[in-house]
């Protein structure tokens, strides 16, 4: 591996007046529903906080005293819409006491292409999370990024937005050549080779933060 590189039962019953989405909101500003908000690190590079729209996540709990793990996201795209971030399959509720971990990625807006992301959601490595093969190369040029939220405690009431920070993990390269001969004289340039740039990597949740790409 190249190492540098539930819930709250919520009420189905809901006054006719109201719809699902009013409903959403008000639990997300109760800090009841479990919400997001992103930040793109580096952001002079392809990927910037403009149009940085799309990742998804993965994440869940354990409870005090007990060892089973409970999933609550497993590759949920989760999405912008006029600066609001809002996920797909409904609502997900904080429970009370539960010690959460969240991780995220996108791919330029879009699912991985090259390379596989791993959940496990039961067993000795519950709740780790790893990416094998990522590779970028001539069919597959986009910026790769990534975040993880600490543990998180859910509370009854008044959670926060999980907040990610997004870095690059692998960006793609951009040559310019600038020429010293007068306008209008075209130049061309062929051969143009990078030595030494990383292409590929892997990731595990599991090892200390400098190895785990």
Not at 45 to 68: E, H, I, K, P, W
Not at 179 to 188: E, H, K, L
Request: hydrophobic content about 35%.
């Amino acid at each position: 591996m190249f190492n540098k590189f539930l819930s709250y039962a919520a009420a189905s019953l809901v006054l006719a007046s109201c719809s699902s989405t009013d409903v959403l909101e008000e639990n997300i500003a109760a800090g009841t529903a479990i919400s997001f908000n992103s930040h793109v690190s580096n952001s002079s590079r392809a990927m910037t906080n403009d149009n940085f729209t799309s990742f998804r996540v993965y994440g869940g709990y354990t409870l005090d005293g007990q060892s089973d793990y409970h999933t609550s996201f497993n590759s949920t795209e989760v999405t912008k819409t006029e600066g609001t971030w809002s996920y797909t399959g409904g609502a997900k509720y904080w429970v009370k006491d539960a010690s959460y971990k969240f991780y995220a990625y996108s791919c330029e807006n879009t699912a991985l292409q090259k390379g596989t992301p791993i959940f496990a959601t039961s067993g000795d490595k519950a709740g780790t999370f790893e990416i094998t093969a990522f590779e970028c190369d001539d069919t597959h040029q986009h910026d790769f990024l990534f975040a993880e939220s600490g543990t998180i405690i859910g509370k009854e009431s008044g959670n926060t937005a999980v907040s990610f920070t997004f870095k690059h993990v692998l960006s793609k390269v951009c040559a310019k050549f600038k020429s010293g001969f007068p306008a209008g004289v075209n130049i061309q340039v062929t051969g143009v080779q990078f030595r030494n740039i990383h292409d590929r990597a892997n990731f595990s949740s599991t090892l200390a933060a400098d190895e785990r790409w």
